[in-house]
């Protein structure tokens, strides 16, 4: 019999990130075209922030999240609120599977550091909001800071070895995590999209080709994220998220963990795990069986954020049933493999069947641990 959760990760959970409602799309095309102030902006999107809050509550989730809502992107909006990086748009995009090109890419241009409190307004509105949630922050692993551009999108005045670099964004993002924890963030999932890339052999062609260092670049990851997870206070639970791309439903990378295991569950001091494992893209379930036994959560992300059919009940306990082969049952849970929208353009479905996803979440977990 497994146990009711008193801290997260809770046996339904979601990622993060949602659909942006269409009074919300509208009014950010408004002030983009500067037809809008900011401040009637921000507006809107306390109206829709509060109201997604009240929504998550409603159908049983005990996490909420401010859907990223106030952000374009996952990424670019929080680590462009570090000294020394900038987002700009490149003539060569990153180009997703469907022939979908991401617009924007970052860069270093200047000693990285923190000294704006980036996103922490964000976790307080929604910390002032929940009524029956924990509220749960995310943000970018640092490894977006490197992965994309690598060696030629670092500023060699600034960085003119590698080892500085990785340091400081460590040290930066140390920063970042402590002041997310004296706002009273009790929840924070850094989205580490990078090492899940790592499993994919042509990724690891694609660094090679550019250049990179690659045999030691995921201690390098594991290093830096265990500088940012050491800043956490007591009673924080840190969560990681892997995925493989999720940008109006396209993805970039294929491969299952085996190669990152290891290191991913036993050299990472992250808490929990939220687990993309909706395709056969992320291979098996076998890798769980490297998660330590009685002190690790892993979040099964077996549902699909990329498109609208709603996965049958009997579907996903078959496939919880195939997990917990590898890894206890009371050290799992229920979520969607992605956000929903990890941009603002969303994924290619709708609002209500969103909801119904994270629903049906909260129904699975009721009737496979017997509480959410």
Known sequence: MT???TEPPFRADHVGSLLRPKVLQEARAKWKAGQLPHDALKAVEDQCIAAAIAKQEDIGLRAATD???RRAYWHYDFVAGLDGVEVYEPEQKIQFHGSVPLGHKLRVNGKIGWSKPTMIDHFQFLASHVKTAVPKQTIP?????HFRGGREAIDQTSYPAMEPFFADLGAAYNKAVAAFGQ???RYLQLDEVNIAYLCDPDQITMLKARGEHVDNLLAIYADMLNQAIAGKPDGMVISMHLCRGNFRSTWVASGGYEPVAEVLFNQINSDAYFMEYDTDRAGGFEPLRFVPRGKKMVVLGIMTSKTGELESKDTLKRRIDEAAKFLPLEQLALSPQCGFASTEE???????????KLSRCVEVAREVWGSV
């Open 3 to 5: 146990t009711v959760r």
């Open 67 to 69: 859907g990223e809502y």
């Open 183 to 185: 706002a009273g963030c």
């Open 346 to 356: 969303g994924n290619t479905l709708t609002e209500d069947q969103q909801w119904a």
């Open 141 to 145: 692993s640092p490894s977006v800071v």
